[in-house]
């Protein structure tokens, strides 16, 4: 079947203008989850939604960033008013029901901002 | 405050020899420890994983230890192939107490092999 894909794979923006990534789950995976890739910083939580709902988004950076959940499918990380520093790869996993299963992870998106 | 702190950024093995990653994580909720392998432009993808209920998990040329009291965790890859190099992520999350399992991981060791 199909894994986790992500949309657009590469992103360049000028600072301050609004980009919204997108990431498709594997048909029937509750839990997704968002991550940041920065050259030299690994990868850093942003935020996990189950179902629709995101009970822990305390990974995100600033308030602007935002993201949703629909269908219990789709999501879309949107960042508003975008900096330099939010240039990286973002990382979208799903997992069958979360906890310890295992996350499979898309290609990622890579945002740059100039 | 880094929670899992991964050691060397960087490994360098000729083939057919034994690679060593090493992980220390500080937070004692955690109690599972995967390990992810990355190919350039590829997102992670699983490698193996292990609960601290045991000591050891091998899975072909793979093996993790896993030291509970140390806090320490470690991935031997045995008989390295230049098709393993990649880099290798340590993680750490909480699978029970209604955590979402939310990984947090240290920050890389790019592995080369040498032919």
């Known amino acids: 079947g199909a894994g986790v894909s992500q949309s657009p794979s590469n992103k360049v923006t000028e600072k301050g203008k609004d980009v919204e990534l997108r990431c498709d789950p594997i048909?029937?995976?509750?839990?997704l989850y968002w991550y940041r890739q920065s050259l030299g910083q690994g990868l850093e939580f942003l935020i996990y939604?189950?179902?629709?709902?995101?009970?822990?988004k305390s990974g995100l950076p600033s308030d602007r960033f935002s993201a949703e959940r629909t269908g219990g499918s789709v999501s879309t990380l949107t960042i508003q008013r975008t900096q330099q520093e939010d240039s990286a790869v973002y990382l979208c996993?799903?997992?069958?029901?979360?906890?310890?299963?295992?996350?499979?992870f898309g290609p990622g998106t890579r945002l740059t901002v100039l | 405050q880094q929670q899992v702190k991964q050691s060397p950024q960087s490994l360098i093995v000729q083939k057919g020899g034994i690679s060593i990653i090493n992980c220390a994580y500080e937070?004692?909720?955690?109690?599972?420890f995967p390990w992810y392998q990355q190919f350039p432009g590829k997102g992670p993808a699983l490698l193996i994983a292990?609960?601290?209920?045991?000591s050891e998990k091998k899975e072909g040329r793979f093996t993790i230890s896993f030291n509970k009291s140390a806090k320490q965790f470690s991935l031997h890859i045995m008989d390295s192939q230049p098709g393993d190099s990649a880099t290798y992520f340590c993680?750490?999350?909480?699978?029970?107490?209604?955590?979402?399992?939310?990984?947090?991981f240290g920050k890389g060791t790019k592995l080369s092999v040498k032919p």
């Open positions: 996993a799903s997992s069958e029901v979360g906890g310890a299963d295992e996350q499979f």
């Open positions: 048909s029937g995976h509750t839990a």
């Open positions: 939604f189950q179902g629709n709902s995101a009970p822990d």
């Open positions: 937070n004692t909720a955690f109690d599972y």
């Open positions: 292990i609960r601290p209920d045991v």
């Open positions: 993680a750490a999350s909480i699978e029970y107490g209604g955590s979402q399992g939310n990984l947090i």
